[in-house]
């Protein structure tokens, strides 16, 4: 079992591709890991309050991609790689967002 398809479905449809090469992740999960990579860096040198409006923005960055996801999913449209990495931006900053969140909370 190739272990990669565990985070991201890869299909070559839904992928960036440079040079003839497919990226190892589709668009949206390229967003997501980009912005979680960009947050932990910020969130590392600078300090964060985790309000509740901040906490409420972060649920909403999620809308975009979950809408994107499941109407593609369920086949009502299709999207492109554009509108995939975009939403897969936003939803990567509300979920790492909510995790920190978590984190700063609970543990």
């Known amino acids: ?5 565990l985070i991201c479905h890869r299909r070559p449809e839904r992928s960036f591709h440079i ?3 497919q990226f190892p992740v589709c ?6 890991y980009i912005s979680v990579i960009l947050y932990c860096i910020y969130a590392f040198f600078n300090y964060i309050d985790y309000s509740m409006q ?10 975009p991609a979950a809408i994107d ?5 369920f086949e009502l449209r299709e999207s492109n790689n554009t509108l995939r990495l ?4 936003c939803g990567g900053l ?3 967002i909510l995790i920190k969140a978590f984190k700063f909370y609970f543990l």
């Not at 668009?27 to 997501?32: D, E, L, N, V, W």
């Not at 901040?54 to 809308?63: K, P, R």
């Open 1 to 5: 079992m190739d272990v990669t398809y």
């Open 94 to 96: 509300g979920l790492i």
């Open 69 to 73: 996801g499941f109407t593609q999913y």
């Open 86 to 89: 975009i939403t897969g931006l």
């Open 27 to 32: 668009a949206r999960c390229t967003g997501f």
């Open 54 to 63: 901040f906490l409420i923005f972060a649920v909403l960055l999620l809308i």
């Open 19 to 21: 040079k003839g090469h």
